[in-house]
């Protein structure tokens, strides 16, 4: 069991249950030899977390704390399989997301991008 806090992209959801949460399966981001990677990892969350997923659905990004738990390989597999045990997810408002796909343009383009409230 490790811990770890990361950002995560849920691209499956299961349906909430009190009992089991929600599972599925998220992206994360690493850097790997100078290049970025993305990697798929299964993820489970209970409580407060699953009920922040569940909220927010699939497609959604998060700030997340956990652990990972790393289990026996299946029958045919050569690696084990990894399981991220969310333990608190914040959810990123759409606004965050997108300034990690356009920080280029914002920093290009200062004035034209204001945003008034």
Known sequence: ?????????????SEFSEDD?????????FYDRK???????NY??????ADTLNGAGVNSSF?????????????????PTLVL???TALNLPPLLRQL?????DFETNEEENLVSY
Not at 44 to 49: E, N, Q, V
Not at 100 to 104: A, G, V
Request: charged letters at 25%; glycine letters at 8%; a negative charge.
């Open 35 to 41: 290049a970025e990677q993305m990697r798929a990892l």
């Open 85 to 87: 045990d969310i333990k």
């Open 21 to 29: 949460g929600v599972y599925g399966e998220c992206y994360f981001k």
């Open 1 to 13: 069991m490790n811990s770890i806090s990361l950002q995560i992209f849920v691209t499956s959801l």
């Open 100 to 104: 990690d796909e356009t920080e280029e």
């Open 63 to 79: 700030v997340i704390t956990g652990e990972i738990h790393q289990y026996k390989p299946l029958e045919g597999a050569l690696n």
């Open 44 to 49: 489970r969350a209970y409580g407060k977390a």
